[in-house]
């Protein structure tokens, strides 16, 4: 006991042919013994915890006269007393001497090592001393440094040690005996295998191969061949080039901005949401974005001005015609011909205007200037939009640039700006009819939507049906959409309400604003109530007053025919909300009864043709009104009389929608088996039939054949 | 003298009957039961046909030596960024300069296959507290035993602090994502196309999230996992603020699709074992039925010439 609780101990090991794991459990009277057997392999083979051979053991064996122990497969380290160890070591079991192999069988002596050792550091020569760094100088803690004299290895706490040399796994080991490992060897096993080697009597030395040195530059790249080598790419960025050949889709579009020749660009996000880089415009190619800009000044330099984006900017038609003797005379006079420099033609939109239509042409846009009586920094841009007129091959023909300006606070210090490119084909109407898909709708675009009426077009259908379908996209299935401070946008022109894409489930409230004036009378709620409905589902419901009357058609597919009203599934009311509103004055409060204020629509869709490339369609669209709400008006703590017109209200209105998918699981369709026509000579069935030249099936035939195959059988079995 | 045996051979009896008697619906009934009992036994336990299986590799990844830097600070409207894609690299940025990094990839065990990378950015910034870092490391991964994969794959990592920092450390395992089995045979390279774009023109269009949305749309990626990570707050206006991150290249389990034979080799060990057991039984069990005579049919008596 004594000598466990020194600070010595071991990494083990050894071997026993016949050890089973009840012995390895029970006590020995010996608490010295620290090895550890056991036979878990069938075939006796010992497992032993080696390390590799080539470690030597630079400090003391321990072991005592009853351990087994293989010289060059234990290590010693120095721990503190530990009484875990002390514990797992009276558990451990002596081995009888004769089942150990005699080739097993050396017994280094035990040193004690002392609870408080005194550190003799002396000089331990190696062939490597790594730790020497410094030149003609005692490295602290390196034993194997010449530099270093006995006194002043006295101050070494330790010696370094070895760098950790890898363990072989070939040899074998068994780390479930390990109970500690407290040396610097970590025991890998293999498990690539049964065997392992127990002794090698002839250690064998891994090296290294022995590698020359590369003199010249064909040997030095030579060594990287065949290796695939990841580094560090040191490149510059390319700038793109100007060539005067037509523009494809895709391409930068040029233009001259500040007599410099240039990719037209604008501004764009790319990481935070502020403008932080220029994008170019892609020919043929539409894009939108928008960025905050910071750091607002009132100037007419900035990004807020109009002028940074037209004023000498010109769009370069086509950069075939800027040939080598245009681009001479441009950068020696700095001018350009309107035919192949166009400048931007300027429109000013109003704030609410969303279709560039509506915008009034100009011939300038004043800059940003601050007024000081008003507070106000005036016309800055918000939103520019280029249109640009193309030809295709010819290039761009005419370029416009739409520009909605602002006035901004003075406190203001950021603003979000829109900027987008619409390319257009120059001979194309002005309004073009966009498809929400050919023929199955496509996901996200907008669900189409008419209204049925009888047109006299010929005299022989003087009721020829037909879907009216507005150009406008907010006459189709729309919602209410939000503006600011979530007030409902009462307006029904283009780009006021939200459409419903196809496929997108959609959720949408607002906020409509009632003063007193609407609740003063059972009239006023009525209208009221009309008020709601249009504003919930647009003007198809003005004058509706019966579900009959509701006139709305939903194209099947996205490329809608108005004239085949066939391909038009109408859209159902599953209730028609009472339009005539009880009301009733509660004390203090005006109350409308039973509003209807809020719209709930199921479109049901299905995958219709080919498995392959399955097509999206409008099986039916029916529209569900939520259940009246009474809206209640107070007007405490002033009587409803005498309460302010001007004072309002809020109430919400929502909407909604959901597509339901039906579709069933595509069915495999057969080819129909090709009918063969086997012709028989005209006399084959001649005795049984009494026509010649019959025809058969190829059923037939099956069918004959196999009779006459049975009764060659059922012949031959009764001559057997 | 006593008599012992020394050798013994059994006597065979056999029964015959025609083709249309109760024997023979009897035989064809027991043959079908032994046939296809075990079959519909081991069928009905499930895990008859082996449809996925797994196995450990370590990857083969190499750092592509691409990488970028996304450096939030108190100018949050110009973020530093710093790439080796050089579209990317803002040199107009007025407070900063991304100066050093330093890389290695260790092959511990030596078995030629990295097994960590070790990188370090420094960043020069002046007078700029530093509140959050998004990073992308591009790599080649590979994997062999199987089918033979490769793709560029991305190490993600993003932090952001209410603390400016000023340095930032993390230590990760670069972990195979899997959204279906890896098929057991063949070369994979689907993947093997660069996520971020790597024309070095100006004006490449950046945008992280359609990178980030369409890398998570892939049927095999990579994710830094087993992150423990570091913000050291402070201030970097004097020195350089400083980033390391150490990231594992760990052995892993993959599911792949086993091959034919593979499930055809389980499938018949399950069924063959079933099989013994009903042979057996149903051997005792014509042995029983004919012994008795339970049903009509003709006996050989091995010793007799005739019946």
Same mark, same amino acid.
């Given at each position: 006991m004594t000598f466990l609780k020194r600070k010595v101990f071991i990494l083990l090991m050894c071997i026993v042919y016949a050890l089973s794991e009840d012995i390895l459990s029970s006590h020995t009277e010996d608490p010295l013994t620290i090895s550890v057997c056991n036979n878990d392999t069938e075939n006796g083979h010992c497992e032993t915890i080696t390390?590799?051979?080539?470690? %030597?053991?630079s400090t003391e064996f321990n072991s005592s006269s009853t351990t087994e122990e293989i010289a060059n497969s234990t290590v010693t380290q120095e721990i503190e007393e530990n009484q875990n160890i002390s514990t797992e070591v009276a558990e451990t079991t002596t081995l009888p001497?004769? #089942? +150990?192999p005699s080739t097993l069988s050396s017994t280094p002596t035990p040193e004690r090592t002392t609870a408080?050792? !005194?550190?003799?550091m002396h000089f331990v020569p190696e062939d490597?001393?790594?730790?020497?760094?410094?030149?003609?100088y005692c490295d602290i803690?390196?034993?194997?440094?010449?530099?270093? #004299?006995a006194s002043d290895r006295q101050v070494f706490s330790h010696c370094f040690k070895r760098p950790s040399i890898a363990a072989d796994p070939r040899y074998c080991y068994q780390?479930?005996?390990?109970?500690?490992?407290?040396?610097e060897y970590k025991m890998v096993q293999n498990?690539?295998? &049964?065997f392992c080697i127990l002794?090698?009597?002839?250690p064998s030395e891994t090296r290294f191969l022995k590698r020359k040195i590369v003199t010249k530059l064909k040997d030095f790249k030579k060594l990287f061949e065949r290796r695939k080598i990841y580094q560090w790419k040191l490149d510059v960025i390319k700038e793109p080039v100007f060539q005067p050949v037509m523009y494809r889709a895709g391409t930068i579009v040029w233009s001259i901005s500040n007599a410099t020749l240039s990719p037209l660009v604008l501004p764009n996000k790319q990481i935070?949401?502020?403008?932080e880089v220029s994008l170019p415009v892609q020919y043929l190619i539409d894009w939108s974005g928008s960025c905050s800009s910071v750091g607002?000044?009132?100037?007419?330099? =900035?990004?807020? !001005?109009?002028? =940074?984006?037209?004023? /000498?900017v010109f769009v370069i038609?086509?950069?075939?015609?800027?040939n080598h003797t245009h681009m001479m005379y441009f950068l020696e006079q700095q001018e350009c011909s309107y035919n192949i420099c166009l400048p931007f033609s300027l429109f000013l939109c109003s704030p609410?205007? +969303? !279709?560039?239509?509506?915008c009034s042409l100009v011939d300038d846009i004043e800059v940003p200037s601050y007024g000081n009586e008003t507070g106000l920094c005036s016309n800055v841009v918000k939103q520019v939009k280029y249109r640009l007129h193309h030809n295709g091959t010819l290039g761009i023909i005419k370029a416009e640039a739409f520009f909605w300006v602002v006035n901004l606070k003075s406190g203001q210090t950021d603003l979000k700006q829109t900027f987008s490119v619409e390319f257009v084909w120059a001979?194309?109407?002005?309004r073009v009819l966009h498809r929400s898909g050919n023929p199955g709708y496509i996901f996200g675009k907008p669900v189409i939507a008419g209204q049925k009426i009888f047109r006299s077009e010929t005299e022989e259908e003087p009721d020829k049906e037909a879907i009216l379908l507005?150009? %406008?996209? #907010?006459?189709?299935l729309t919602f209410p959409k939000p503006g600011t401070?979530?007030?409902?946008?009462?307006? &029904?022109?283009?780009?006021s309400r939200i459409p419903v894409n196809f496929g997108e489930n959609l959720l949408s409230s607002c906020i409509i604003q009632l003063s007193v004036r609407n609740f003063s009378s059972p009239e006023n709620c009525s209208l009221l109530q009309r008020k709601f409905l249009h504003m919930l589902l647009?003007? +198809? &419901?003005? /004058?509706?007053? %019966?579900?009959?009357?509701?006139n709305m058609y939903v194209s099947t597919?996205?490329?809608?025919? +108005?004239? %085949?009203?066939?391909d038009w599934v109408p859209v159902l009311l599953e209730n028609m909300p009472i339009l005539s509103v009880d009301w009733k004055e509660e004390g203090a409060s005006l109350v409308c009864k039973s509003v209807v204020t809020s719209l709930h629509i199921n479109i049901v869709t299905s995958k219709v043709g080919l498995a392959t490339k399955p097509q999206t369609k409008i099986l039916g669209v029916a529209v569900t009104f939520g259940g009246g709400r009474d809206l209640v008006f107070s007007c405490s703590p002033s009587p409803c009389s005498s309460v302010?017109?001007?004072k309002r209200q809020k109430f919400e209105i929502q909407s909604s929608v959901s597509f339901v998918d039906v579709s069933k699981p595509p069915v495999i369709h057969f080819a129909e088996p090709p009918v063969y026509e086997v012709k028989l000579?005209?006399?084959?069935f001649y005795p049984f039939l009494s026509s010649g030249g019959v025809k058969l099936t190829y059923c037939c035939y099956i069918l004959s054949t196999t009779i006459l195959f049975l009764w060659q059988l059922v012949l031959k079995l009764l001559v057997d | 003298m006593a008599v012992y045996e020394v050798f013994s051979y059994c006597a065979k009896y056999r029964h015959k009957t025609t083709i249309c008697s109760s024997a023979s619906v009897f035989i064809v009934v027991i043959s079908l039961l032994i046939i296809l009992g075990p079959f519909l036994l081991v069928y009905r336990s499930?895990?008859?046909?082996?449809r996925t299986s797994a196995y450990r590799e370590q990857p083969e990844v190499h750092f592509k030596y691409q990488y970028v830097l996304i450096i939030e600070t108190e100018q949050f409207n110009n973020p530093l960024i710093c790439s080796t894609f050089s579209y990317l690299?803002?040199?107009?940025?007025?407070?900063?300069h991304c100066a050093i990094v330093k890389s290695r990839e260790i092959?511990?065990?030596?078995?030629?296959?990295?097994?960590e990378l070790s990188i370090e950015f420094s960043v020069v910034l002046e007078s700029t507290a530093i509140y959050g870092i998004k990073l992308l490391l591009v790599f080649d991964y590979k994997l062999h035993a199987m089918s033979s994969l490769q793709m560029e794959s991305l190490g993600y990592l993003q932090h952001s602090a209410g603390l400016p920092g000023a340095r930032f450390d993390a230590t990760a395992d670069l972990h195979l994502v899997q959204r279906k089995p890896l098929n057991s045979y063949g070369r994979d390279?689907?993947?093997?196309?660069?996520?971020?774009?790597?024309?070095?023109?100006?004006?490449q269009r950046f945008d992280l999230s359609t990178i980030l949305k369409e890398y998570g749309r892939r049927r095999v990626s990579t994710i830094l996992s087993n992150i423990y990570s570091l913000w050291t707050a402070g201030l970097s206006s004097d020195g350089p603020f400083i980033l390391t991150v150490v990231i594992h290249y760990p052995e892993q389990n993959f599911i792949y699709r086993p091959r034919f034979w593979q499930v055809v080799k389980w499938a018949w060990m399950q069924y063959i074992s079933v099989l013994l057991v009903f042979l057996y039984v149903f051997k005792s069990v014509k042995t029983y039925v004919f012994r008795n005579r339970l049903i009509p049919s003709i006996k050989y008596v091995p010793w007799k010439k005739s019946l």
């Open positions: 390390t590799h051979p080539s470690i %030597e053991n001497p004769s #089942s +150990v408080e050792p !005194s550190y003799d490597i001393c790594s730790c020497d760094i410094t030149v003609d803690n390196c034993c194997c440094d010449e530099d270093c #004299s780390t479930n005996f390990v109970y500690r490992n407290n040396t498990k690539e295998g &049964m002794w090698d009597n002839l935070t949401a502020f403008c607002l000044t009132c100037t007419s330099k =900035s990004g807020l !001005s109009a002028s =940074s984006y037209y004023e /000498n038609a086509t950069p075939q015609l800027m609410d205007t +969303v !279709s560039v239509e509506d001979d194309a109407p002005r507005s150009e %406008e996209q #907010s006459k189709w401070g979530g007030l409902c946008i009462s307006s &029904m022109a283009e780009g647009g003007d +198809v &419901m003005i /004058n509706v007053t %019966e579900a009959k009357q509701f597919f996205g490329d809608a025919n +108005v004239e %085949e009203t066939g302010d017109v001007s000579p005209y006399d084959f | 499930n895990g008859f046909w082996l690299r803002s040199t107009d940025h007025n407070e900063g092959d511990n065990d030596e078995d030629g296959k990295y097994d390279l689907k993947y093997n196309t660069s996520i971020i774009a790597n024309e070095n023109t100006l004006y």
